[in-house]
């Protein structure tokens, strides 16, 4: 038996011995995914950074309503209204409030700003000696191993007082952009034999404009663009303790580690398709859906594809209609209303109105078909994934750099979470899980089974 048989069978083994009834859960009342039946979350601490409320109980009775989403108690739709509504961009300030509690007055504001400018600084010879080494196409294992090499460069990196973590945090904040840009730019130099663009940012623009000015051989870019991807960059900083990667943060964190392993704990996280790497998907499953259909604006024809993707006859076979609902809203996602009508603008001025009219017609379509095929406890309605792919191609970002783009964003809200965790908790997080394996006794080599 060669090497990668033997591996087929030792695999085949391992799926037979770990495989469990799943009866067994609701025997013991194993909550799987940290969530109820009903798809609430299990309780596992308390945060002051941000709220999300999907339901209310009326008369005893809860009731789905539309979605909330607040940083710090502020809705952010009143949040992204206040910075849209100035004409300014709002990165900075969200950032602020997230990280310090309050919004910031215009002294804090300008300080604020300045502190990100000078913190956006890599190591001498760092983009030659890391970044270019081992360019990939996987842009988030190539940021993890970035935040962690920037740890032997920091000589307080395993000091875990406040000063220096909100230090260590301001710097990650501020060189995301670069770290994943640099790292585009290598993979398409060197893996795909084009040219290599290393701009350096600009102190006195905002994390938008920086990402756009990084990104493109001109480093042009219009008022627009940088505020559509300065507003997706905003709604997608932080969601609450509960979701994956910033859960991971308050766990990793919790055992003492450094900033630099738990940022790229979180990056681990955040990669899987099932977090942030959704909007990849949902961009692959539009591709395939224009392949599949004569024409995208029947809605027989759209419709019949998207039972076919429930009846895991189409795309990856895997079920799945992506972007579409959420583990916690029902009625409505809030970010993806702030986001939609930004991207309905953009897509005009793009010439691509064709194309947004087929992802608002999917929107519309899927809730009454996913209803139709699935026993679902709670309503189906489009997430922010759902436009954040299809932005980000109009604004020419590569498909290479959706998922780092979400991390150029969240890695604010994993820095307050950070922060809240090592301030208010000194417990290592650890769950139980309940064996559910008799006891045996050891046999001896001689008396095992061939």
Same mark, same amino acid.
């Given at each position: ?9 030792? @695999? ?28 609430? %979350? ?12 999907? &339901? ?9 309503? /539309? ?6 108690? !502020? ?9 849209? &509504?100035?004409?300014?961009? %709002? ?5 602020? +409030? ?15 700003? @300045? ?83 290393? *701009?350096? /940012? ?22 627009? =663009?940088?505020? !559509? ?6 709604? *997608?900083?932080?969601?609450? %303790?509960?979701?994956? &990667? ?25 990669? %899987? /398709? ?47 209609? $992506? ?23 953009? @897509? ?10 087929? $992802? ?6 899927? /809730? ?18 759902? $436009? ?30 950070? +922060?809240? =965790? ?5 417990? !290592?997080?650890?769950?139980? $899980?309940?064996?559910? !394996? @008799? ?12």
């Amino acid at each position: 038996m060669d090497f990668q048989d033997q591996t087929v069978v030792l @695999a085949r083994l391992c799926q037979q011995k770990n495989q469990m009834d799943p009866a067994l859960y609701q025997k013991y009342d194993v909550q799987r995914g940290l969530r109820d039946k009903n798809g609430n %979350g299990v309780v596992a601490g308390l945060t002051q950074i941000s709220s999300i409320i999907s &339901s209310r109980t009326v008369d005893g009775v809860k009731q789905s309503c /539309p979605g909330v989403l607040r940083y710090r108690g !502020i809705d952010i739709k009143d949040i992204t209204n206040g910075f849209l &509504s100035a004409g300014r961009l %709002g990165f900075e300030e969200t950032a602020y +409030l997230l990280l310090f509690g309050d919004l910031p007055n215009w002294s804090q504001l300008d300080d604020f700003r @300045a502190s990100l400018a000078d913190f956006c600084k890599l190591p001498v010879h760092f983009v030659r000696d890391v970044i270019m080494k081992a360019a990939r196409a996987d842009m988030m294992n190539m940021l993890s191993r970035s935040v962690l090499t920037l740890g032997a460069y920091d000589t307080a990196c395993d000091d875990t007082s406040i000063p220096n973590v909100l230090r260590q945090c301001l710097h990650l904040i501020s060189i995301f952009p670069l770290l994943a840009v640099y790292g585009y730019h290598s993979y398409n130099h060197y893996q795909c034999d084009d040219s290599l663009y290393i *701009h350096k /940012p600009d102190p006195n623009l905002s994390a938008a404009e920086n990402t756009l000015r990084l990104l493109r051989p001109d480093k042009s870019y219009t008022p627009f =663009e940088a505020k !559509i991807l300065d507003l997706a960059l905003v709604l *997608h900083m932080e969601h609450g %303790g509960g979701n994956n &990667s910033s859960f991971t943060t308050h766990v990793v964190s919790s055992s003492g580690t450094d900033t630099y392993s738990v940022v790229a704990s979180a990056l681990g996280s955040l990669k %899987g /398709p099932k977090h942030g790497g959704a909007n990849i998907k949902v961009v692959q499953m539009f591709d395939d859906l224009r392949e599949s259909v004569k024409d995208e604006t029947d809605e027989e024809e759209v419709a019949a594809y998207l039972t076919a993707l429930l009846d895991k006859q189409a795309f990856d076979r895997k079920g799945l209609i $992506y972007g579409m609902g959420h583990a916690v809203y029902s009625i409505s996602d809030p970010r993806a209303d702030v986001f939609k009508s930004f991207t309905e603008q953009l @897509a005009d001025e793009k010439g691509c109105r064709a194309e947004f009219n087929l $992802y608002s017609m999917v929107e519309r379509l899927a /809730p009454r078909i996913i209803g139709q095929k699935r026993r679902i406890y709670k309503g189906v309605s489009a997430n922010v994934d759902f $436009y954040s792919g299809f932005v980000y191609r109009i604004l020419g970002i590569p498909c290479e750099l959706f998922t780092p783009m979400f991390a150029i964003a969240r890695i604010v809200g994993w820095s307050a979470h950070r +922060l809240e =965790e090592l301030i208010n908790q000194d417990k !290592i997080i650890r769950p139980a $899980y309940q064996s559910v !394996i @008799a006891d045996r006794r050891y046999l001896e080599i001689e008396q095992r089974a061939n």
